[in-house]
């Protein structure tokens, strides 16, 4: 479906031909290219920071509509994937803020907590209330410590790359790693 809406946005294969594209900037891959490399690490990162499959695809069809609004201004290279991470990044922090405030409002207006969401798209493991539990300890992680850590350990990203991403040092990415771990060892003890 997010892809399906994608391109209809973009038309039948993607982005323009060379030729057609104002100012005559050449790229060396096409939006279809840069969709079907980066969508899929996007998804995970996004969904371990919302924890719904949803609010996910949402989130990075955004970055995606963003990038080809922005595509003849952006780097090509490696530039072009520390881009893509930190629009979707900021797209879910913005996404999860406003959750929070409908929430509240929810709240207010009911007098009553709002409902919870599902875990997810989690059923397809063995042990589905574990990784329910893991899931349901990131996202009480401080955004700070759960970013760093779903980017080193669902993305597999060095601790150079995303100190290149969140615009931090390399040894301040290795000591937020560290403490996300802890912290998240320390909220699964509560939960086992």
Request: aromatic share 12%; proline share 3%.
């Given at each position: 479906m997010v892809r399906t809406l994608l391109f209809s946005i973009t038309g039948e294969g993607g982005l323009p031909s060379e030729a057609n594209r104002p100012g005559g900037v050449k790229h060396p891959t096409g939006f279809s290219e840069v969709y079907e490399?980066?969508?899929?690490?996007?998804?995970?990162?996004?969904?371990?920071?919302t924890g719904?499959?949803?609010s996910a695809e949402e989130i990075v069809q955004e970055t995606f509509i963003k990038y080809y609004e922005r595509r003849d201004i952006l780097p090509t290279d490696e530039g072009l994937k520390y881009w893509l991470i930190r629009v979707a990044r900021n797209l879910t922090l913005n996404h999860e803020k406003?959750?929070?405030?409908?929430?509240?409002a929810l709240e207010r207006?009911?007098?009553e907590p709002a409902p919870r969401s599902?875990?997810?798209?989690?059923?397809?493991l063995t042990d589905a209330e574990a990784a329910g539990d893991v899931q349901k300890a990131l996202l009480?992680?401080?955004?700070?410590?759960?970013?760093?850590?779903?980017?080193?350990?669902?993305?597999?990203?060095?601790?150079?790359?995303?100190?290149k991403m969140m615009n931090i040092t390399e040894g301040?990415?290795?000591?937020?790693?560290?403490?996300?771990?802890a912290r998240l060892a320390q909220l699964l003890k509560e939960v086992l």
């Open positions: 490399a980066w969508s899929p690490l996007l998804f995970r990162i996004v969904y371990r920071m719904r499959r949803e406003r959750r929070g405030r409908e929430r509240r207006v009911f007098h599902e875990k997810g798209a989690l059923e397809s009480e992680l401080p955004e700070n410590l759960r970013t760093v850590l779903i980017l080193k350990e669902y993305a597999g990203f060095a601790y150079a790359e995303i100190g301040n990415v290795k000591v937020r790693v560290f403490r996300a771990r």
